[in-house]
């Protein structure tokens, strides 16, 4: 691969260079390059997901562990079908009910499908996404697309291009910019090889929407052994500087609970969504109390407090609802220590 001082960023906000991002992106990846691209969840790592000395090169850009496995991103149900062993009737009814859209579905891989993307283990995730651009890149290539997060292993997901250049940009020869990302957090992962299906990774499609298309559904995934999800290591979406995640009854109590933390709080920076802290000496940051507005603003307001070079992170607890289990996963994984 050619040595990358500095990314080259193509915009699609028109239909010409639109079709001319596609086509550029189409060849790097038909050669083996790796090229960063919009999604509808964060912005993805895409390489050809039938060529193994590409997928490697995903690896190694994002110094991801080997154990870690990769989704497999797809254009319609032929070519989801083509990359699983078999493809069951429970596929079928969550495949006409989601996709496309923010669903994986873990499956028993087909042997065209390399063991690296699968981290070696017999099963591979596979989604259809809705965002038109990657829609229209697994079109031109003709071949699926192996595509995890745009950041380097364990760090905040991309949900711009901005975000992808400043993490990644002297390591990629082409960054797509589909404008931000619209639904903001990881795919939910469910995992059909068990019987009832499990959900490995919450995401904004929820248990209870899952129920109502194939019936009862297990939740919770094993972080050791053979990983058949990407998001079960015990740290991930992790910003630079420590985060917890706290419930407070008023601004006396969110300072108590603060101090105990820091001894500057001018370098604490609060997100809150339903207790709006007023007189604290910390930045304070408003998210929508509604699952899907939070999950489109979380990781954007946390490469914020990066760049701004924040000292102590904390953010309101989330409501235990179903709505809110896959936001609640990704800042109990944030806060987790090194």
Not at 22 to 33: F, I, K, Y
């Amino acid at each position: 691969m050619p040595v990358v001082t500095r990314s080259e960023v193509l915009p699609t906000h028109t239909p010409q260079l639109f079709k001319q991002a596609v086509e550029r992106a189409a060849a790097a990846l038909r050669e083996g390059d790796v090229v960063a691209v919009p999604t509808e969840t964060v912005y993805g790592l895409a390489a050809n997901a039938l060529n193994p000395s590409a997928v490697a090169r995903i690896y190694e850009l994002k110094n991801r562990p080997a154990h870690n496995p990769i989704i497999v991103h797809v254009a319609g149900l032929d070519m989801a079908r083509r990359c699983v062993a078999e493809w069951p009737q429970t596929a079928e009814r969550l495949a006409d009910a989601f996709w496309p859209g923010p669903l994986s579905l873990v499956l028993r891989r087909a042997p065209g499908i390399p063991p690296i993307v699968t981290a070696g283990g017999p099963t591979v995730a596979v989604r259809w996404p809705s965002h038109p651009f990657i829609q229209e890149l697994i079109r031109a290539c003709g071949f699926p697309i192996a595509a995890p997060s745009a950041n380097p292993a364990n760090q905040l997901s991309p949900t711009t291009a901005d975000h992808v250049e400043r993490l990644m940009g002297n390591r990629l020869r082409l960054i797509v910019d589909g404008g931000p990302a619209q639904v903001g957090i990881e795919s939910t992962v469910l995992d059909l090889t068990v019987a009832p299906p499990r959900v490995l990774r919450p995401g904004i499609i929820h248990e209870i929407a899952i129920r109502s298309v194939i019936g009862d559904v297990g939740s919770g995934g094993a972080a050791e052994g053979t990983l058949k999800s990407p998001g079960l290591l015990r740290r991930h979406y992790a910003p630079k500087a420590p985060l917890i995640v706290i419930s407070w009854k008023d601004d006396a109590d969110l300072l108590a609970q603060l101090r105990v933390r820091t001894s500057d709080l001018n370098r604490c920076h609060v997100l809150a969504h339903l207790r709006v802290p007023l007189n604290v000496p910390a930045r304070v940051s408003v998210i929508p109390h509604d699952p899907e507005a939070f999950a489109r603003a979380i990781y954007a307001e946390l490469h914020r407090c990066d760049e701004e070079g924040a000292g102590l992170i904390a953010v309101e607890a989330p409501p235990d609802r179903a709505e809110w289990h896959a936001i609640a996963d990704r800042l109990r994984r944030a806060a987790a220590s090194p």
